[in-house]
């Protein structure tokens, strides 16, 4: 029996807390990073969900930190329109964007900006934020804020150039493998992660942490070579464009668990008589967000920060691969 996504509703933990929102949205319970809502401080807002439109709100924040990234997804539009080499390649590594929205949340006006939901569709969402690149500070960071970001993450942030500030994964129930059970680890999680320990948790994020490959899910290897795939898109991106440099900007990989265990077929039957094959970009998302901290390439370099995480995180996924 197909499964509905309100019953993945009650897989997932309750919000902490319960804000003022408007009618029609809720709290995105797939968020496992950045900052969410608090039930001591009205002030801290977190993302929201449209339901209805398909949209994920992202608040924008500080006043300089948000215009500078409305700025970043407004520029990807008018390269589009304009047809900019570099800015239009990447529109296809970036949540589309529906432009900003103002809403009362806590009795309080606030600018969100409306962004593809990556989510939208799969029955059990696995998702994992990871910042790149070994520094986190933009240049007009203060001395206090570089020394904040450089005490973060150190062991894998300066040999990887990763870090891992939160993820949520659906695994087989170890005491009944008919059923499934959700893992959410947050940054406390991700900070005290070693180089061996980030490789191991990469392995479980994709369900081949079994030590026996051979009982891995049917469609395992399918999602790392597709995540390897977009993952080679978004470096070849980065090897030729001299235009920009990305500081504290994650990427967001995202695929269906409940695909796993299929043989690549959708479930809906394609004008009632034949199975619709479905690509595995259908199911396997990864995506660059967070633009908060995107700035002018300085004298035209390669952002070499980014590519060295990107790098990294190529060489753990091929790693987990070459063993099935």
């Known amino acids: 029996m197909a499964r509905k996504e309100q019953d993945v509703e009650h897989e997932l933990p309750p919000p902490r807390c319960h804000p003022l929102l408007p ?12 900052h969410s809502f608090e039930a001591a ?8 969900q449209d339901p209805s439109g398909g949209c994920v709100l992202k608040p924008m924040g500080k ?27 990447l529109r296809g ?28 569709g799969m029955l059990q969402p696995c998702v994992m934020d990871i910042k790149m690149g070994k520094r986190t500070w933009d240049p007009e ?9 450089e005490a973060k993450y ?5 040999k990887l150039g990763l870090c891992l500030p939160g993820f949520q994964v659906y695994l087989k129930d170890d005491q009944d493998p008919s059923r499934t059970v959700v893992l ?19 392995a479980l994020f994709f369900n081949a942490n079994s030590s026996d490959f051979r009982s891995a899910r049917p469609q ?26 990305f500081y504290a900007s994650s990427l967001l990989i995202c695929y269906d668990y409940s695909r796993l265990g299929s043989s690549g077929k959708s479930p809906h039957l394609l004008n009632g008589h034949h199975f619709k094959e479905d690509k595995p970009s259908d199911w396997v998302k990864v995506r660059m967000i967070d633009f908060a901290h995107v700035y002018p390439a300085d004298k035209a370099l390669p952002d070499e920060n980014y590519i060295f995480g990107l790098n990294s995180l190529i060489a753990v996924v091929h790693a987990i691969l070459h063993q099935f």
Not at 67 to 81: C, P, T
Request: glycine share 8%; aromatic share 8%; proline share 3%.
């Open 23 to 34: 009618e029609g949205f809720r709290q995105l319970n797939t968020q496992v990073a950045g």
């Open 41 to 48: 401080n009205t002030e801290a807002v977190g993302l929201l």
């Open 63 to 89: 006043p300089e930190c948000g215009e500078r990234e409305l700025r970043f997804y407004e520029s990807l539009v008018e390269a589009g329109a304009s047809g900019d080499n570099d800015l239009a390649l």
């Open 93 to 120: 590594h970036v949540p589309r964007f529906y432009g900003p929205l103002k809403l009362v949340v806590n009795q309080r006006e606030r600018t969100f900006l409306r962004l593809e939901d990556l989510t939208l």
């Open 141 to 149: 960071s203060s001395p206090r804020k570089r020394k904040l970001e």
């Open 154 to 158: 150190v062991m894998c942030k300066q």
């Open 184 to 202: 959410r680890h947050g940054n406390d999680y991700g900070k005290s992660l070693s180089v061996e320990g980030f490789q191991k948790t990469m």
């Open 220 to 245: 395992t290897e399918v999602l790392l070579k597709e995540v390897l795939r977009q993952l080679e898109q978004i470096l070849t991106w980065f090897r030729g464009q001299r235009l920009l440099h």
